[in-house]
């Protein structure tokens, strides 16, 4: 199985800061590596998928880079609506494994 | 808007048995993939298992394999999940999701509100 390690697990920012959570994966895989939000009590919404293309909806202060097996996610100018979990999933082969999650908050 | 509505949650004593279905909803349903994934209370995701469009080909999550399994109805527009020999550890939120196309999965796009199943005598 594909595992993959997401860091940091706990992340503290400001409006109209910028973050970066990174999801690294314990062997090497293909770009199927998808990033989601999920807020409390709400069900998770896609952002990113194929490691760096942008949902349809989803503001373009997110963004999704690839460096080997590590797969970055980036959101930029901090908006009070972005204060969330995040959580990488790779979908190169089954099981269709998840990182363990990144909490942002508001600093 | 796609729909995806889960339904057949609850509460089940350890050992039961429980059938969770998905009504979906605005796109041609036998055309994508879908997939269950869970989510314990205070926890993170979980795939739990996917099925082609046509209804073949089903996967498990190894925590699973033997005790789930994932059907669909492409008639009613329907995914279910039967399961079995439920344990308490299998206590979490089951949502429904939808994959990208009708073979393999690159990504879910969309996904259900979730129901709750609570294993607990």
């Known amino acids: 199985d594909i595992q993959l390690t997401q860091s940091p697990s706990f992340l503290s920012a400001s409006v109209g800061g910028r973050v970066t959570i990174t999801c690294r994966a314990s062997?090497?895989?293909?770009?199927?590596l998808s990033w989601y939000q999920q807020k409390s009590g709400r069900a998770p919404k896609l952002l990113i998928y194929?490691?760096?293309t942008l949902q349809s909806g989803v503001p373009s202060r997110f963004s999704g880079t690839r460096s080997g097996t590590e797969f970055t996610l980036t959101i930029t100018n901090l908006q009070p609506e972005d204060f969330a979990t995040y959580y990488c999933?790779?979908?190169?082969?089954?099981?269709?494994?998840f990182g363990q999650g990144t909490k942002l908050e508001i600093k | 808007d796609v729909q995806l509505v889960e339904s057949g949650g609850g509460l089940v004593q350890p050992g039961g048995s429980l059938r969770l279905s998905c009504a979906a909803s605005?796109?041609?349903?036998?055309?994508?993939?879908m997939a269950w994934v869970r989510q314990a209370p205070g926890k993170g995701l979980e795939w739990v298992s996917s099925i082609s469009g046509s209804g073949d080909s089903p996967y498990y999550a190894a925590s699973v394999k033997g005790r789930f399994s994932i059907s669909r109805d492409n008639s009613k527009n329907t995914l279910f999940l039967q399961m079995n020999s439920l344990r308490a550890d299998d206590t979490a939120v089951y949502y429904c999701?939808?994959?990208?196309?009708?073979?393999?999965?690159?990504?879910?796009?969309?996904w259900g509100q979730g129901s709750l199943v609570t294993v607990s005598s």
């Open positions: 999701v939808r994959g990208d196309g009708g073979g393999r999965i690159f990504y879910f796009d969309y």
């Open positions: 999933q790779q979908f190169n082969s089954y099981p269709f494994t």
């Open positions: 605005e796109f041609t349903f036998a055309s994508h993939a």
């Open positions: 194929a490691s760096s």
């Open positions: 062997q090497a895989f293909s770009s199927y």
